[in-house]
């Protein structure tokens, strides 16, 4: 099984600033055959589902403020959020599907 | 908008069966992607549990693979979760869920609101 760790298991940020979450998987999530890392990035608010915010570790989903911002290849990922937002105030996971089992990091709690 | 509701006990006693049904709307299962299930233990971390592709193709995770049936209806367009033998460690926020389909399952694009279930007698 692909154990993905995050860190750091909690950040705080000013208003404005930049947080930056970072992602590792215990094997590489980059596929061969696609040349794509098999790697999303979800946004978690208090009593809420997740939120899809990257897909293929750095493409944006449709209607994400460029503000998140997805980087890395093969087993170190990170997610960026500039001038950070109050409504950023929430919990930021990673999650690989590059086999079964899919698994997820342990989660990110990010502050003001 | 594709929405998805799940629905079942919010309690469920230990050595029992836990069973979540998933409602569908907006989207024909039958159309594609893979419909699968996670859970959230309160403070805790994502799991994924498995899911299924519309033919009925599952994958699920070996840690639950022998207490775990997911299954589908297409005629009602809905899909279903079972979990066998349930103890405390089971007590989580499941949530039904969408994955795009990259020849298994993919990223995560629509989830259900996810009710609570308590394992307690």
């Known amino acids: 099984d692909i154990v993905m760790t995050q860190s750091p298991d909690s950040l705080a940020v000013s208003l404005g600033e930049r947080a930056t979450i970072n992602c590792k998987s215990s094997?590489?999530?980059?596929?061969?055959?696609?040349?794509?890392?098999?790697l999303a990035w979800y946004q978690q608010k208090p009593g809420q589902p997740p939120k899809l915010l990257i897909n293929?570790?750095?493409t944006r989903e449709s209607g994400v403020p460029d503000r998140f911002s997805g980087s890395g290849s093969g087993t170190d990922f990170s997610l960026t959020i500039s001038n950070l937002q109050a409504e950023d105030v929430a919990v930021y996971s990673c999650?690989?599907?590059?086999?079964?089992?899919?698994?997820f990091g342990q989660g990110t709690k990010l502050e003001i | 908008q594709v929405q998805l509701q799940e629905s079942g006990p919010g309690l469920v006693k230990p050595s029992e069966t836990l069973s979540l049904t998933c409602a569908v709307f907006?989207?024909?299962?039958?159309?594609?992607?893979?419909w699968g299930w996670i859970r959230q233990p309160p403070g805790k971390g994502l799991e994924w549990i498995g899911s299924?592709?519309?033919?009925?193709?599952?994958y699920y995770n070996p840690s639950l693979k022998s207490r775990v049936t997911i299954s589908v209806d297409t005629s009602k367009n809905q899909f279903s979760l079972e979990l066998s033998s349930v103890s405390a460690a089971d007590t989580a926020v499941y949530y039904c869920?969408?994955?795009?389909?990259?020849?298994?399952?993919?990223?995560?694009?629509?989830w259900g609101q996810g009710p609570l279930v308590t394992v307690s007698s």
């Open positions: 299924l592709y519309h033919t009925g193709k599952t």
């Open positions: 094997q590489s999530v980059l596929y061969f055959s696609n040349n794509k890392n098999h």
């Open positions: 293929w570790a750095s």
């Open positions: 907006n989207y024909s299962i039958n159309n594609g992607y893979y």
């Open positions: 999650h690989q599907y590059y086999s079964i089992p899919n698994s």
């Open positions: 869920a969408r994955q795009q389909s990259v020849g298994a399952p993919g990223a995560i694009d629509y």
